[in-house]
């Protein structure tokens, strides 16, 4: 069973900073690999899949990078609607379709 | 436009068991795989199971296992997760979300369950 395991925790960062998010897999998942966004109170909504590709309607600043086991969401030019609860999950082996525990980005 | 409407929060007695509906409008529901999701206060995300909708074969989480059931009803683009015997651990927000390759495409705005004597 593969395990993800993203870092930091909590990430706090300034208004048109950039903000940095790594997810590790304890084993190769190739680019199977997709990134959510949760806001207090909502569902997770789709940002990442495939490990680059942007799901429809998500900015630009938003971009993902990384194969294998290690794994980059890097979010340019920070705005408020950004802060939120980021998820990694992978889908190279399963069952089951694995989370990460989160990584919270808070503003500094 | 994509969507997926559940039914509302609940509360339940431990011992109890609930029946969460997830219908589907917006896509051609036969063309993706149903899955949920549960999220304790304050936690991140389980993946619980998926069920198929054109055959209803289903995947579960190794510790739902006996305990979970996932079915669909085609007719009405309707899906359904059913769990027993529940505890306070099983208080949490229910999601349903569709998946075609592997990603979390769309999901539903969750159901909260609430188990408690």
């Known amino acids: 069973e593969i395990v993800m395991t993203q870092s930091p925790a909590t990430l706090s960062v300034s208004p048109g900073d950039t903000a940095t998010l790594s997810c590790r897999a304890s084993q190769s998942v190739s680019s199977a690999l997709a990134w959510y966004q949760q806001k207090p109170g909502q569902a997770p909504r789709l940002l990442i899949y495939g490990a680059s590709t942007r799901a429809t309607g998500i900015p630009a600043r938003f971009s993902g990078s990384g194969s294998g086991a290690d794994f980059t969401l890097t979010i340019s030019s920070l705005q408020s609607e950004d802060f939120a609860v980021y998820y990694c999950q992978q889908y190279h082996d399963w069952p089951p379709w694995a989370f990460g525990q989160g990584t919270k980005v808070e503003i500094k | 436009q994509v969507q997926l409407v559940q039914s509302g929060a609940e509360v339940k007695k431990p011992g109890a068991s609930v029946k969460v509906s997830c219908k589907a409008s917006?896509?051609?529901?036969?063309?993706?795989?149903m899955h949920w999701v549960r999220q304790a206060p304050g936690q991140g995300l389980e993946w619980m199971g998926r069920v198929n909708p054109n055959s209803g074969a289903t995947d579960f989480a190794q510790r739902f296992q006996g305990r979970v059931t996932m079915t669909t009803n085609t007719s009405i683009g309707t899906a359904y997760m059913e769990l027993n015997t529940l505890t306070s651990d099983d208080t949490a927000v229910y999601y349903c979300?569709?998946?075609?390759?592997?990603?979390?495409?769309?999901w539903g705005q969750g159901t909260l369950i609430t188990v408690s004597s």
């Open positions: 917006g896509y051609t529901f036969t063309a993706y795989f």
């Open positions: 979300a569709g998946v075609l390759w592997g990603s979390f495409d769309f």
